[in-house]
């Protein structure tokens, strides 16, 4: 069965570094999303990218933030400037068209000290 | 603001039994749910969804009802496995183009044998 693979497992960066989480979503989806999770916490929504642009996008998501689709199999979320309150999960998700159900993959574990 | 929120933060149940995890949404435009099912370590795997056209969805050993009246989301799950051990979030679509997740804060639930 397809699946969304995301890659590093974990990193660890210090703070102010840029860090690059990588995501390849399911092969024909073409919507895509990132979210994070706290440890403890809920799921929560930072953008969404289709046709090669950002449809929506959190106020999570500030000018630190940006995702890109590099080619036609990997979207990427790039954190210019890292902080210690980045640390969490980062999960992308894809969704086929005219199908609500996102797809999630195993998550990008990012600790920033 | 608008906010999906869950009543139990953890329920524990007998191999065997039945288990109800409820949520409560607060925003009357939403018009998808979707339940998640959160293993230790991995990300949200979809379980089951249901439109606001609906109160009531089956699926294997899953039903999801929906009371719109009260704003009320549940999950029961039947013959609860160990394997069923797991975080659940119920999620509501934002209702913006982008088919953005509101997820809650997560229910655990713990099954023994």
């Known amino acids: 069965e397809p699946e969304v693979t995301q890659t590093p497992s974990h990193q660890v960066t210090q703070m102010g570094q840029e860090v690059i989480l990588r995501c390849v979503p399911i092969?024909?989806?073409?919507?895509f999303y990132w979210y994070r999770q706290i440890l403890g916490q809920k799921v929560e929504f930072l953008v969404s990218?289709?046709?090669?642009?950002?449809?929506?996008k959190s106020e999570i998501f500030d000018d630190q933030f940006s995702v890109e689709r590099p080619d036609g199999s990997n979207f990427t979320l790039k954190i210019r400037s890292t902080k210690l309150e980045d640390s969490a999960m980062y999960f992308c998700?894809?969704?086929?068209?005219?199908?609500?159900?996102?797809?999630f993959g195993p998550g990008t574990r990012l600790t920033v000290t | 603001g608008e906010s999906v929120g869950l009543h139990l933060p953890t329920l524990s149940v007998q191999e065997g039994d039945n288990s109800i995890i409820n949520c409560a949404y607060s925003?009357?435009?939403?018009?998808?749910f979707i339940w998640y099912k959160q293993e230790s370590g991995k990300g949200p795997q979809f379980i089951i969804d249901?439109?606001?056209?609906?109160d009531k969805r089956q699926g294997q050993r899953v039903t999801v009802l929906l009371n719109k009246t009260v704003k009320h989301l549940s999950l029961q799950i039947a013959a609860t496995q160990p394997g069923d051990s797991a975080v659940y979030f119920c999620?509501?679509?934002?209702?913006?183009?982008?088919?953005?997740?509101?997820f809650g804060k997560g229910t655990s639930l713990l099954v023994t044998p």
């Open positions: 998700a894809s969704r086929d068209s005219g199908i609500e159900e996102q797809y």
């Open positions: 990218f289709y046709n090669n642009e950002i449809s929506e």
């Open positions: 999620a509501e679509n934002m209702g913006n183009s982008g088919y953005a997740l509101n």
């Open positions: 092969s024909n989806h073409l919507y």
């Open positions: 249901i439109r606001s056209n609906m």
């Open positions: 925003n009357s435009a939403s018009d998808y």
